[in-house]
């Protein structure tokens, strides 16, 4: 019985039947491998054109996008700022306004940031920690690459004591900070009113330098930081600078928020 079975289950050849003849499945998946194979490498070639589309070389990367979109929107602040020195020139001339009320709105502009501001002054500088640091004292793990960077944190601490030391303006890198100044990172990048700067990060304050050194002492913040300086060798340094003028802020002060939809 199972001889018999067996000869009416395969044919007279023993042979199974879905081997004989015909395309097999797995010659159609073959056939589909290699049409999708020279499909992909048409696309290939029709993309590249001749290029090494492995090549960074040939791209613009993001990083060069946000570079260059950084360094338009310098070039604008500084368009601004020349236009409004100017406007404001001829306001003074053609206003008709009183000694008393140009006073006045001097101090509110001084107050605002958008003038220029001279006194003695104070420079910290952040910075990151070198990328092969270990841990310096005993009783602390090895670090992360997370430790090892400046944080936004670390620098809205320093702006922040600053300011609680009595600082009468404040810039960081080349930008004046104003009441809507956002700092910012991204990464291991500082974002400031449109632009991108990378560490060492200096922050530059007028007022009074042992008021503003005493603040930056009392931070919780900042002593939190000084164990990452201390212990990994993120970077830290605070120097009198003497009597400096910081710029007026040349950005726009329009405000922008969120709007409903429809």
């Keep these: 019985m199972s001889n018999s079975a067996d000869s009416n289950a395969t044919g007279s050849t023993g042979k199974d039947p ?7 499945p797995v010659r159609i998946l073959t056939v589909a491998v290699f049409a999708l194979a020279g499909l992909l490498f048409f696309t290939s070639f029709n993309t590249a054109k001749g290029t090494d589309i492995r090549s960074d070389d040939n791209l613009l990367k993001l990083s060069d996008l946000i570079q260059e979109r950084s360094r338009k929107n310098k070039d604008l602040d500084e368009s601004n700022a020349g236009s409004r020195e100017r406007n404001e020139k001829l306001a003074e001339r053609d206003d008709g306004s009183s000694k008393a009320e140009d006073d006045k709105l001097s101090g509110l502009e001084k107050d605002a940031g958008t003038q220029k501001l001279t006194g003695d002054a104070i420079t910290v500088t952040l910075n990151d920690a070198p990328p092969n640091a270990t841990a310096k004292l005993p009783g602390y793990p090895e670090p992360q690459p997370d430790y090892l960077v400046i944080h936004q944190q670390d620098l809205q601490a320093v702006v922040n004591a600053l300011w609680q030391g009595g600082a009468r303006g404040i810039k960081v890198m080349d930008q004046r900070l104003i009441s809507t ?14 632009r991108v700067y990378s560490p060492p ?23 939190n930081y000084m164990v990452y300086v201390n212990v990994y060798g993120l970077g830290w340094k605070v120097t009198e600078d003497g009597t400096v003028t910081l710029p007026g802020y040349s950005g726009t002060v329009d405000l922008h928020y969120a709007k409903p939809v429809g």
């Design 18 to 24: 879905a081997r004989k003849g015909g395309f097999r």
């Design 181 to 194: 100044s956002a700092v910012r990172c991204v990464g291991n990048t500082l974002i400031l009113q449109g």
């Design 201 to 223: 990060y200096k922050i530059q304050a007028v007022g009074d330098p042992a008021k503003m050194q005493q603040a930056l002492a009392d931070s919780e913040a900042i002593q």
